[in-house]
């Protein structure tokens, strides 16, 4: 099993910066990506931005230029950097991290977390 902890959300006005963190933790072979959904109230989930354990990123398009993955392999955690803000960035995110429980086993199980609130406000 794994554990997907979200931390970092809260409210902030327009132009500020927030950086939300992912912790993972359980016992599994390897993550192969960790990804940043969001979503609004009576909106589908949307993705934002998703790494993989090589450290290639992909942005969605309204939020290129202003938020920035990373991700620490030792720690099994993620961050979205969140800059220059914007109202219609409002939504709860989510953390999703797809992962492997052996080396061997070609399935790949996706798990999430429990969604932090992010509210751009003026």
């Known amino acids: 099993q794994v554990q997907l902890v979200e931390s970092g959300g809260g409210l902030v006005q327009p132009g500020g910066s927030l950086r939300l963190s992912c912790a993972a933790s359980?016992?599994?072979?390897?993550?192969?990506?960790m990804v940043w959904y969001r979503q609004a109230p009576g909106k589908q989930r949307d993705l934002v931005a998703r790494i993989t354990s090589g450290g290639v990123t992909n942005y969605a398009d309204s939020v290129k230029g202003r938020f920035t993955i990373s991700r620490d392999n030792a720690k099994n955690t993620v961050y979205l950097q969140m800059n220059s803000l914007k109202p219609e960035d409002t939504a709860v995110y989510y953390c999703?991290?797809?992962?492997?429980?052996?080396?061997?086993?070609?399935?790949?199980?996706?798990?999430w977390g429990q969604g932090t609130q992010v509210t751009v406000f003026s």
């Open positions: 359980g016992s599994f072979f390897s993550i192969i990506a």
């Open positions: 999703n991290a797809i992962v492997k429980f052996s080396a061997t086993m070609k399935n790949e199980f996706i798990y």
